[in-house]
């Protein structure tokens, strides 16, 4: 059992930036693949980005170029910086974590822990 804890989410202007960490704990084997996911009501979740444990990155194309993604195999810590907000990007955030390598485009089965969410909020 892997559990991860996110923080960093609040609410922000057009424009602004957010970091969002995920602190990785009680792992027992290689986190191969980390990446972000979100969800907005009504919405189905989207794949924001993931990153390989060498750090190889991947991004739906709404966010690249403004997001960026990455980790720190060290401290089990996972990251996206978020710069350029936009109200579209309002929506839960999920931090997930897996053994299997990372899938392109980013798929949700690559992942067998997820964190509990932090919201995002952008006006």
């Known amino acids: 059992h892997v559990q991860l804890v996110e923080s960093g989410g609040g609410s922000v202007q057009a424009g602004g930036s957010l970091r969002l960490s995920c602190a990785a704990s009680?792992?027992?084997?290689?986190?191969?693949?980390m990446g972000w996911f979100r969800q907005a009501p009504g919405k189905e979740r989207e794949g924001v980005a993931h990153?390989?444990?060498?750090?190889?990155?991947t991004y739906a194309d709404s966010v690249k170029g403004r997001f960026t993604v990455s980790r720190d195999n060290a401290k089990n810590t996972l990251y996206l910086e978020m710069n350029s907000l936009k109200p579209e990007d309002t929506a839960m955030y999920y931090c997930?974590?897996?053994?299997?390598?990372?899938?392109?485009?980013?798929?949700?089965?690559?992942?067998?822990?997820w964190g509990q969410g932090t919201q995002v909020t952008v006006s």
């Open positions: 009680g792992t027992r084997y290689t986190l191969q693949c």
């Open positions: 990153i390989t444990r060498t750090g190889s990155t």
């Open positions: 997930a974590a897996g053994t299997r390598y990372c899938m392109r485009p980013i798929q949700a089965s690559a992942f067998f822990n």
